[in-house]
């Protein structure tokens, strides 16, 4: 590769360490930059069947996961249902998964460097980082407040940020994810069965949210769940949660830097999943690097993950409402069709583009399901 190289790479998160590590394979030098490679990065841990997909097989092999296939929801009026995936969610700890990422990294060939980076500038035709090393082109994939995104692209404003508090249950849980909506939040909390503990939190919008009553009814989920036991790890945590114009007005990448999974703003508004589209992005962005085409990094991210988020960000609007939430527990406790659809939508089989069409087509007989079970119950 001519003219390219070194790459830095800033974060070496599930987008950072597998951009290094494709950038290697292709014998282009990068240099990684991690700050916190001992930490678990606050996370639900939960690999959907996309994410597994995206990971490379070495560290899919290296990293101890739990499978689930069971999902419980319930709405703020306790209204329950399950779901039962063919395709399980993998529960990982981050902190390992992680770590066999930039291991994965190493191995091909990159050079990590164990270093928070504290600037970033723009000299001569270089990004400078922390006013010594010198790139010719730069990653920004450090998170939600990565330097590169705040130095290049601006930060994200509380309007396009989630908050979350969150724990770690120690212990074999029972194999089940949890979600629980409550009302007034437009977030909710989760239970996630991990390998050797529990990650459990809530989330949303960072604007207005108030990390005492998070913490309450936190308290309470638990309390319903696992009474008793202590939780540890406490964090408070924020990630991207952009609104629909967002997408539009944040850039990804300009000459010569592109930015990565959270640092993109690649997180799913409603759901909070961003590995899978963290891995995606490094993908995209290393086939970008290498052909020299970084602008192709951007038309290819807008056809595929952004038009897909952009999606999920118009449905918000609706998700969270009291009114969406009784109906959708409803109709997926009553029906056997809406809730195979929601069953394969989970499994990232069906596109949120796809979603609105394929409930229309399914309509008819939903409601019929549900008006038979109503009927049957009250029989
Ligand atoms: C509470 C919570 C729960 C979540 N649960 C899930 C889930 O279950 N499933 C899912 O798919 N997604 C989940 N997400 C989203 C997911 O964690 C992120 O989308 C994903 O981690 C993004 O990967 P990334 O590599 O872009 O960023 P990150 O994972 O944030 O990695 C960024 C890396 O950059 C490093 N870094 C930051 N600043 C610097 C610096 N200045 N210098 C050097 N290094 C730096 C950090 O230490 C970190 O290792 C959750 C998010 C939160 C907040």
Known sequence: MGGIGPVGIVGGGPAGAELARRLAEARIACVLYEAAPYRAKPCGGGLTPRAMERTPPSVREATPGRPVFQITSRSPSDRTFDLRLSEPVTIVSRKAFDQQLRRAAEEAGAKVVYRRVRTVEQRDGFF??????????????GGFNCPVARALAGPLPAEDLAASVGYYLEGEHPSRIVIRFVSGLAGYLWFFPGPSAASVGIAGPARGFSV??????????????????APNGRYVWAAPCLRTGAFDARPVAGENW?????????????TGEGIAHALESAALAARAIQTGDLESYRTELEKGIVRELRRAAVM???F??????????LVMSGSAAAN????????????YHDLKPESYRLLPKALFQVLGSRIGRRG
């Open 320 to 329: 969270f409402k009291p009114g969406f939430l009784r109906m959708g527990h």
């Open 212 to 229: 005492r009553r998070a913490e309450t009814m936190l308290k309470n989920f638990l309390e319903s769940l696992v009474p008793g036991q």
């Open 340 to 351: 195979d659809l929601c069953r394969r939508f989970a499994e990232g089989k069906i596109s």
């Open 258 to 270: 592109l930015l990565l999974g959270d640092a993109a703003g690649l997180c799913n508004p409603i």
């Open 316 to 318: 918000k609007e609706e």
């Open 128 to 141: 400078i980082v922390d006013g010594r090393d010198a790139f010719s082109l730069l990653a920004g994939a």
